[in-house]
């Protein structure tokens, strides 16, 4: 009896830790201050996103995790954009207007650049724990590397948004 005691126990633990996540995650993305003119993009589940400010235009890559390829090719589609200049939509390609990407289960990850996908065989959450500036760091490089001008970044807007 104290084996099935000791897995019951694991048994609500598991139920209750998973049962937390799902109320606490959607909590986690209202940190995160977006264009109150765009819409909230949502970030794809098995992955997620890095969004940064800059001139009053929201700039947000969506990444995938470990597993996971996007659902159709992105290595020339970095980001997606959200301000003036857009009509305060989003660029996507995907209908909905708010989902900027999906990750599908996928063997191999080649539909986007080596950037696109969560480092280290880890996960967004992983990331978001251990690694989020890094993330943030390395979005604004690839941003100034495509011409776009950093000096009015709003730092205060930078975040990672995990899918769920």
């Known amino acids: 009896m104290a084996k099935k005691d000791g897995r019951d126990s694991l048994n609500r633990l598991i139920w209750i830790l998973k049962d937390s996540l799902s109320l606490l995650q959607p909590l986690q993305g209202k940190f995160?201050?977006?264009?109150?003119?765009?819409?909230q993009p949502i970030a794809p589940k098995n992955g997620g996103m890095v969004c940064i400010t800059i001139d009053s235009t929201e700039y947000c890559k969506p990444?995938?995790?470990?597993?996971?390829?996007?659902?159709?090719?992105?290595?020339?589609?970095?980001?997606?954009?959200?301000?003036n200049s857009t009509?305060?939509?989003?660029?996507?390609?995907?209908?909905?207007?708010?989902?900027?990407?999906?990750c599908e289960p996928s063997e191999k990850a080649v539909s986007g650049a080596e950037s696109a996908y969560f480092p280290d065989n880890s996960s967004c959450l992983h990331t978001l724990a251990y690694s989020e500036p890094e993330q943030l760091d390395t979005f604004l490089g690839e941003l100034a590397k495509q011409g776009i001008d950093t000096f009015n970044h709003d730092k205060e807007a930078d975040c990672l948004i995990c899918g769920y």
Do not use: I
Not at 32 to 39: A, E
Not at 66 to 81: A, H, Q, V
Not at 87 to 102: E, H, K, R, Y
């Open 87 to 102: 009509g305060f939509t989003w660029t996507t390609q995907l209908t909905g207007g708010q989902t900027l990407a999906v």
């Open 63 to 83: 990444m995938c995790n470990k597993g996971y390829d996007f659902s159709f090719l992105r290595r020339s589609r970095l980001y997606e954009t959200c301000g």
């Open 32 to 39: 995160c201050k977006h264009l109150p003119q765009c819409p």
